[in-house]
Nanobody, 121 residues
Framework: QVQLVESGGGLVQAGDSLRLSCVDSGRSSSSYAMAWFRQAPGREREFVAA????????YYADSVKGRFTISRDNAKNTVYLQMNSLKPDDTAVYLC??????????????WGQGTQVTVSS
């Protein structure tokens, strides 16, 4: 059973960096595609980035391309989101997700609880 727990969020200033981590405590996600979504108050859940089970394929939302990098370490059952040059518009709860199918739609089978990222101007 996939059980996802995110960490690494916090309050930072515009231009700063953060690295989010998502650990699968169920140790079942090494063959799953993984993704990060985010949701700000009053807004729909938004795709951020996704990575295939092997790490060989990645997708990014246009809004984060060139600033964010998704990666994974299957030996540690962990997926990461390195976020650089953060902007106030990046403020949201960031959620990790897992599914056997890679894609940008929020139709993933497994979700974490999320970690808050707040970027001040």
């Amino acid at each position: 059973q996939v059980q996802l727990v995110e960490s690494g969020g916090g309050l930072v200033q515009a231009g700063d960096s953060l690295r989010l981590s998502c650990v699968d405590s169920g140790r079942s996600s090494s063959s799953y595609a993984m993704a990060w979504f985010r949701q700000a108050p009053g807004r729909e859940r938004e795709f951020v980035a996704a990575i295939s089970w092997s790490g060989g394929t990645t997708y990014y939302a246009d809004s984060v391309k060139g600033r964010f990098t998704i990666s994974r370490d299957n030996a540690k059952n962990t997926v990461y989101l390195q976020m650089n040059s953060l902007k106030p518009d990046d403020t949201a709860v960031y959620l990790c997700a897992a599914d056997r199918v890679l894609g940008p739609l929020p139709a993933y089978d497994y979700w974490g609880q999320g970690t808050q990222v707040t970027v001040s101007s």
